[in-house]
């Protein structure tokens, strides 16, 4: 049971260019989330999911979008990469609306 | 908009103390969450309370969440070099997806 897997684990990107950060999970959880974290600031949602079809804008959603056309998968797409976007991402998921599972995190920088 | 004020940001202590983390806010939270989370991996949860004054034991550590549901503490006795870790607090939105509203974090050491 592999839980929530993201790839890559580390990247560098340009301004301006674009990526994709990919999240996995294996346990059939209907709700997914991307969050991002940044150095005393905690964790902020960036775009969640209710499941396979449906999602909607968290606390940051600006500069990002997403997709869920399976349950297992939820992709966080960057389309013109900013300085500002340099964080650590998590992707999260869960069976029901309190418990969440972390990937272990991509970490994006933008140089 | 809610916020979770945790403290301290910091906090060194020797293998064998107890310590006590805050969780604070002027929002009351349909539940509260705390996960630790260590170097290079994403955040674990260890707990969820959702009952005003409600407490959970996990092993050595004693979570409490206020009765007024706007604040919450973490207990560690006899702290342990394992318990290392950035302690983060999230409290629920009590929306359909109960979007988690995260605290800043304790960053721990334990010292041997």
């Known amino acids: 049971n592999a839980g929530v897997t993201q790839t890559p684990k580390f990247r560098i990107l340009k301004i301006g260019q674009s990526m994709t950060l990919q999240c996995t999970q294996d346990?059939?959880?209907?709700?997914m989330y991307w969050y991002r974290q940044d150095p005393g600031m905690g964790l902020k949602l960036i775009y969640y999911?209710?499941?396979?079809?449906?999602?909607d804008k968290g606390e940051v959603p600006n500069g990002y979008n997403v997709s869920r056309s399976t349950t297992e998968d939820f992709p966080l797409r960057l389309e013109l990469a900013a300085p500002s976007q340099t964080s650590v991402y998590f992707c999260?998921?869960?069976?029901?609306?309190?418990?969440?599972?972390f990937g272990d995190g991509t970490r994006l920088s933008i140089l | 908009t809610q916020l979770l004020e945790q403290s301290p940001q910091f906090l060194s202590i020797q293998e064998g103390e107890n310590l006590t983390v805050y969780c604070n806010s002027s929002s009351v939270f349909s539940s509260l969450q705390w996960y630790r989370q260590e170097p290079g991996e994403g955040p674990v949860l260890l707990v969820t309370v959702v009952t005003g004054g409600e407490v959970k034991k996990l092993k050595r550590l004693t979570f409490q969440f206020g009765d007024a549901r706007k604040d919450s503490s973490l207990h560690i006795t006899a702290a342990q070099p394992g318990d290392t870790g950035l302690y983060l607090c999230a409290g629920g939105d009590g929306g359909a997806t109960n979007k988690l509203i995260f605290g800043t974090g304790t960053l721990l050491a334990v010292q041997p």
């Open positions: 999911s209710v499941g396979a079809g449906i999602t």
């Open positions: 999260a998921s869960s069976r029901t609306r309190q418990p969440q599972h």
């Open positions: 346990m059939n959880h209907n709700y």
